[in-house]
């Protein structure tokens, strides 16, 4: 069985453990697909906080608490940089971490498409998937908000780290997502998977940057892949980070039927044939979606295999 994620950072990187497991037990192949919308220029160095969070969580090399960045981590060169008032300084790069941009930005100086690069990269972290970015183009999530009065964008980064997402979010522009074309091995990866898996990321400013490929989204929607999504809200809230605050932006209700109907229906304009919830969410209705539910709750990852595992049954697989 092939099996293709399509998946932002945290929740997403979580998620793929599971798959890696059920995997494992199956012989299945996996594919991640990863938005690199949060990708970002910082001092100079090119950030794909998605990408790495995957790398890092699937390599062993992540901080579990942050969800990003690197396990023991020292971040001497960030005191240093603040020493010199170089901004941005609300932006943490850890020492460690560096040596990946440092590896990363040489490659794309030399003219290395991204996928390259995070082939490279994983050739030390093997984290037991094939890892693409969405796309080898820049598509870069910017957020429209009012600062000061005055609307402006500002980069997904600056609104997520630097105000917390505090400062309302009046909609997200997708810089360079009418030309970007899917990274090289997607289209074979879509056209060859036997189901595609849309990971509990915030669908916002995780999924919906992975979508707005075109030809990525087209591939999937003709594809005979059934394509199940899995929520990830739960009663309300979002299980980790801030997809409420995106939500609202697009006054989409934080539930999981607000997410799935978000999505919607590949018979009717959208991409989902199945929406799997978690149990408190059971009487979700999307129209022209199967919906399943099953705990969502990513505890471990016997526990997110299980999820996985409910996922492709409401697909029609296991
Ligand atoms: N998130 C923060 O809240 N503060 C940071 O200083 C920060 C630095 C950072 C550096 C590298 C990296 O790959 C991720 C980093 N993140 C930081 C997380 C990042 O903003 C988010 O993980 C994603 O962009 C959202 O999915």
Known sequence: MRIVVLAGGIGGARFLTGVRAYARTTGAEVTAVVNVGDDVWMHGLRITPDLDSVMYTLGGGIDPERGWGRAGETWTVKEELAKY?????????????????????????????????????????????????????????????????????????????????????????????????????????????????????????????????????????????????????????????????????LDVACTAEGVGRLLGARTAGGVLDAWLVDPVDAATDVPGVRVGAAPLWMTDEDATAAMVRAALELGGLS
């Open 85 to 249: 008032g170089a901004e941005p300084s609300w932006f943490g790069l850890g020492d460690r971490d560096i040596a990946t941009h440092l590896v990363r930005t040489r490659m794309l100086n030399a003219g290395y498409p991204l996928s390259a690069v995070v082939a490279a990269l994983c050739d030390r972290w093997q984290p037991g998937v094939a890892l693409l970015p969405a796309t080898d183009d820049r598509l870069e999530t910017h957020v429209v908000t009012e600062l000061d009065g005055a609307e402006q964008a500002i980069h997904f980064q600056e609104w997520w780290v630097r105000h917390r997402a505090q400062v309302p979010a009046k909609r997200f522009v997708f810089v360079g997502a009418d030309a970007a074309k899917p990274a090289a091995g997607v289209l074979d990866a879509l056209s060859g998977a036997d189901v595609v898996l849309l990971a509990p990321s915030n669908p916002v400013v995780s999924i919906a940057p992975v979508l707005a490929v075109a030809p990525l989204r087209e591939a999937l929607v003709a594809g005979s892949a059934p394509v199940v999504g899995v929520s990830p809200i739960i009663g309300g809230s979002p299980v980790r980070g801030m997809a409420d605050r995106c939500l609202a932006a």
